[in-house]
C-alpha cells in the first residue's frame, strides 16, 4: 500500500512534468498503450531521474547486485542513480560501440551479480543482446530495470518496468481503446 502511494506520488510527478501523454499508441512490439512517455525528455530532469533511479535501486535491493551495466547511452542516466542508491553503492559498467566491453569492464563483470538497467525496454531486442554480452564475460545477469517495459517478452530473468503499473500496456485484444473501436497512433518505436 505504501509502496503503491509512493508509485502515485512519482507518476504524479512525471505527469506534473508534463511528460505523459494520454491516447492510444501502439508500438512496434506490437502492444498498445493509454499513455505515451516522452522518452526523450524523461530523464532530463535531475531530479525526477534520481527518484525513478531510487524506485528501480529499492525495488532491486534484495537482490545482491554487484554492478551495474546499461547498454545504451539513454540508460547510462538512469544506471548512475541505480547504482547510486544502492547499498552500499555499486560501479555502472558500460559496453563499447557493438556491444562488446573493454578488458577493464570484462574484469568488473566477471564472476558478478549485474543489474542491467536501460531506459526502456521497447522490442527487447537489445536487451537480450545485452543480456547475452554479459553472460560472455562471465558476468551473471540478475534482473532488468526499466522506466517501462513495453515488450511484451517473457525474459528469463525478472524485468521491472517502473511506471508499466501507470501506463495502460494492453495486448490489442485486451485493450479497451481497441475494444470501444477507437484507431491506435503508430508510435515508431
Ligand atoms: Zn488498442
Known amino acids: 500500500?505504501?509502496?503503491?502511494?509512493?508509485?502515485?506520488?512519482?507518476?504524479?510527478?512525471?505527469?506534473?512534468?508534463?511528460?505523459?501523454?494520454?491516447?492510444?499508441?501502439?508500438?512496434?512490439?506490437?502492444?498498445h498503450s493509454l499513455v505515451l512517455l516522452d522518452r526523450d525528455r524523461l530523464l532530463s530532469d535531475p531530479h525526477l531521474a534520481s527518484r525513478m533511479g531510487y524506485a528501480i535501486a529499492k525495488h532491486y535491493f534484495l537482490n545482491r547486485a554487484d554492478v551495474v551495466a546499461t547498454p545504451s547511452v539513454w540508460g547510462a542516466?538512469?544506471?548512475?542513480?541505480?547504482?547510486?542508491?544502492?547499498?552500499?553503492?555499486?560501479?555502472v559498467v558500460?559496453?563499447?560501440?557493438?556491444?562488446?566491453?573493454?578488458?577493464?569492464?570484462?574484469?568488473?563483470?566477471?564472476?558478478?551479480?549485474?543489474?542491467?538497467?536501460?531506459?526502456?525496454?521497447?522490442?527487447?531486442?537489445?536487451?537480450?543482446?545485452?543480456?547475452?554480452?554479459?553472460?560472455?564475460?562471465?558476468?551473471?545477469?540478475?534482473?532488468?530495470?526499466?522506466?517501462?517495459?513495453f515488450s511484451g517478452i517473457e525474459f528469463p530473468i525478472p524485468v521491472f518496468g517502473l511506471l508499466n503499473p501507470s501506463l495502460g500496456i494492453f495486448d490489442p485484444a485486451k485493450c479497451p481503446e481497441c475494444a470501444a473501436g477507437n484507431s491506435a497512433v503508430e508510435v515508431g518505436y
Do not use: C
Open 1 to 31: 500500500m505504501v509502496q503503491t502511494e509512493r508509485m502515485t506520488g512519482l507518476i504524479n510527478e512525471v505527469r506534473a512534468a508534463g511528460f505523459l501523454t494520454e491516447g492510444h499508441f501502439k508500438f512496434r512490439s506490437g502492444l
Open 94 to 149: 558500460y559496453p563499447t560501440s557493438n556491444m562488446e566491453f573493454s578488458p577493464a569492464a570484462r574484469e568488473q563483470l566477471n564472476g558478478k551479480r549485474v543489474l542491467i538497467i536501460d531506459n526502456l525496454v521497447l522490442s527487447g531486442r537489445t536487451i537480450q543482446e545485452f543480456v547475452q554480452a554479459v553472460a560472455r564475460a562471465e558476468g551473471m545477469p540478475i534482473g532488468i530495470g526499466a522506466l517501462a517495459d
Open 77 to 91: 542516466g538512469l544506471a548512475q542513480w541505480v547504482g547510486y542508491f544502492l547499498e552500499p553503492r555499486r560501479p
